[in-house]
């Protein structure tokens, strides 16, 4: 039995090592596989953020009073906040806003003063920009953080309750810690697909599927050689994201490696499932290709990583149940950010390992069926 299995493993390595070579040999392929990821993490980690950081406003004071001066210099001093203009007229607002140039306005009424020395509730109108709802409803937040402070501070103004807001995992809030650690699962999921989507598709355009077929090796053979090395590359570029993560953005690593390794390992699989599938239905690579991305971007979209999974629709919360991706990263955040054990990650691997399960002789079918 072992004589066998290091005899079967010795003609494996010949298959192995000519899919890896395929992949390797060409410098743009090389090109491909490398630079693309350092520029999508850079880009996620520095572009894609929710962040604030840059708020314009224009103010109209009709009160030009103390109160409104205090406020409008505290909120100026959180460095968040930017005077863009001052404006008298509350029609003249149209032209700033409707062209980006603010993204909120700040109105003190004329009897603004007058109120709260009367000790009557001063309302401070404030006009926002609702076509970036995000950013918006964050600035709303802040903007509202700063006056209660200010009221409390020095008016005198004791609400009847109060709260003190502490994150756990993330403590300052920063969307670059939730979007860097996803793209350990999603860069992995893209290249993992595109590179066995395109893997028997390839030899079948070039014209060397049917010399593969003559080989003594048989479909199974040939399909777990062409799985391995995307997996291989798939799980070498989480780890490399994972590098950049710690190492240049200071995102600690509280979990267990290898048992994060263990959840994108049996991610990887349920991929190279999905994309063998694909190419051995395809004719040719520009099939194989358009397939590739009709369900990269859905997956994407139904993982998670652009909107929470509750609060999509009951319908399209079913849909994710079939998404790899969608359990991927939800082991990443798990033992990356809250150092996760295997108990609380099995809900996320076994349905990967299903998903690979049906998946992989899926492909074996569709494989024997072009032959």
Known sequence: MITK????LRWQRFLLWKETSVLLKERKSRFILIVPLFVQVFLFAYAATFDLKYVPFVLIDESNSKYS???????????IFTLYAKENNPAELKELISPRKAMMAIHFQSDFASQIAQGTPAKIQ??????NSTTASLAAAELSQII?????ENLQIKPALEFENRAWYNPNLLTRWNFVTALCGTLSFIQVLMLSGLSVAREREQGNFDQLLVTPYSPAQILLAKATPPIIIGLLQAILVCI????????????NFFLMFLGLLCFTASCVGI?????????????AIVFCFVFIIPMVILSGLVSPVENMPPFFQYITYLNPLRYALEVVHSVYLADAGIGHIKNEIIPMLIIAGITMPLAAWAFRRQL
């Open 5 to 8: 299995f290091l005899h079967w």
């Open 69 to 79: 001066r205090e406020i409008v210099a505290k909120i100026e001093a959180s460095h």
């Open 126 to 131: 404030v006009i926002l920009d609702g076509r």
């Open 148 to 152: 209660s402070s200010y009221a409390k």
């Open 244 to 255: 950049i993560a710690v190492l240049w953005f200071n995102i600690p690593f509280r979990g």
């Open 275 to 287: 994309g063998l599938a694909i190419s051995s239905m395809s004719k040719n690579m520009q099939q």
